[in-house]
């Protein structure tokens, strides 16, 4: 895409992190996360390398950044649905849930596919995201805290494997983004997706209704 002298001007006074970011993401979403080089993101940033690493102190701390701060809003979802459950229906969170995280691994599979064929790079990344308290299993994590909070709000069965139901949830979100990648079919709509996800797994999750009489 080219730009005009006056767009270049306005993304250069942009702070220089959120440049960075923006460049970061660009590149890992085009070229892939393993080729994009500390030294090609901050060329496209327009800073110096040096300049990246004031900011970030590895290209794996900027990779996570990438996916809490560029990519659809997964974790702080679940976070505050975990710290407040029952503040909606339970089909309205699942639906939200499910909508947000088939956005979310639709957008990240891309960026981060090329590092299951660095085993070394993917083995370091793994390290980095556990030093820093983050992962793909923190999703599931957060969503079965939530699912246990409604269950013990009573809205979830008793008996519920809540961390089986938040495995299936977002193991078909992120199914989603892998299955329909090289298909010549389109992905299913997200919206329809999500709510179709969601009373699925309402099915095995909610209290069995009794009669009164």
């Known amino acids: 895409m080219q730009h005009t002298g006056a767009q270049q001007t306005a993304a250069q006074q ?19 996360l393993t ?62 849930i499910a909508r947000q995280a088939a956005l979310f691994y639709e957008q990240s599979f891309p960026i981060a ?37 409604e269950r013990d709000a009573g809205r979830v069965r008793a008996d519920a494997d809540t961390f089986a139901a938040a495995s299936l949830l977002l193991g078909a979100c992120a199914q989603r983004a892998f299955a329909y990648e090289a298909a010549a079919e389109e992905r299913p709509p997200v919206d329809t997706f999500a709510s179709r996800l969601a009373q699925a797994l309402l099915s095995g999750l909610t209290p069995p209704i009794t009669d009164p009489t």
């Open 14 to 32: 942009r702070p220089a992190r959120v440049r960075i970011l923006d460049a970061a993401h660009e590149l890992m979403l085009t070229v892939g």
């Open 35 to 96: 080729r994009a080089t500390t030294k090609e993101i901050a060329r496209a940033a327009g800073c110096s390398e040096a300049a990246l690493y004031k900011y970030f102190a590895s290209k794996e701390e900027l990779f996570i950044c990438v996916l809490k701060e560029r990519l659809p809003q997964l974790t702080p979802l679940l976070s505050h649905l975990a710290a407040e459950p029952g503040r909606r229906g339970l089909e309205e969170n699942l639906t939200e």
């Open 113 to 149: 596919a090329s590092l299951y064929a660095e085993t070394q790079l993917k083995r370091r990344h793994d390290e980095a995201m556990r030093e820093m308290g983050s992962g793909p299993h923190m999703p599931i994590r957060l969503l079965d805290t939530y699912l246990r909070a």
